[in-house]
């Protein structure tokens, strides 16, 4: 396995890691909306929705893979009220389409209004 790890998306607030290659995929731990630079997170589901991408753009770099890349996503959201508002700013990074799950929770970490977890396929490896 290897941990993959990056100061571009936000530090783990837990006792876990960024991700981990092994056979083949790419596992990521869930990215909330926090801003990296400045360790908060912005206001609204959009925004907040926007930061995630983000997030897991640079854990996808760091990783050295893209978005195409991306073979399933789960989904958190705080209030299923913001699912059509979720899904305007997640479909301009997710334009491959890879599987997915969505749901409602109960609580994010840090009152977090989303959260976005993906597994990679590591192509040419």
């Known amino acids: 396995?290897?941990?993959i790890h990056t100061e571009k998306a936000?530090?783990?607030?837990?006792?876990?890691?960024?991700?981990?290659k092994t056979n083949g995929l790419t596992f990521f731990s869930g990215q909330i909306a926090i801003?990296?630079?400045t360790g908060e997170?912005?206001?609204?589901?959009e925004a907040q929705t926007e930061q995630a991408c983000?997030?897991?753009k640079a854990l996808l770099d760091a990783a050295?893979?893209?978005f195409e890349d991306v073979v399933k996503t789960t989904c958190f959201?705080?209030?299923?009220?913001?699912?059509?508002a979720f899904n305007k700013v997640y479909e301009k990074y997710f334009v491959s389409k890879p599987a997915?799950?969505?749901?409602?929770?109960?609580?994010?970490?840090k009152n977090g209004l989303c959260e976005i977890e993906v597994i990679a396929e590591n192509r040419g490896e």
């Open 100 to 109: 997915r799950s969505c749901v409602a929770v109960k609580q994010l970490p």
């Open 1 to 3: 396995m290897k941990l």
């Open 41 to 45: 997170m912005p206001e609204g589901i």
């Open 64 to 66: 050295g893979l893209g």
């Open 10 to 20: 936000p530090a783990a607030i837990g006792p876990y890691s960024q991700g981990f």
């Open 35 to 37: 801003d990296p630079a």
């Open 54 to 56: 983000l997030n897991v």
């Open 77 to 84: 959201i705080a209030d299923m009220a913001d699912f059509a």
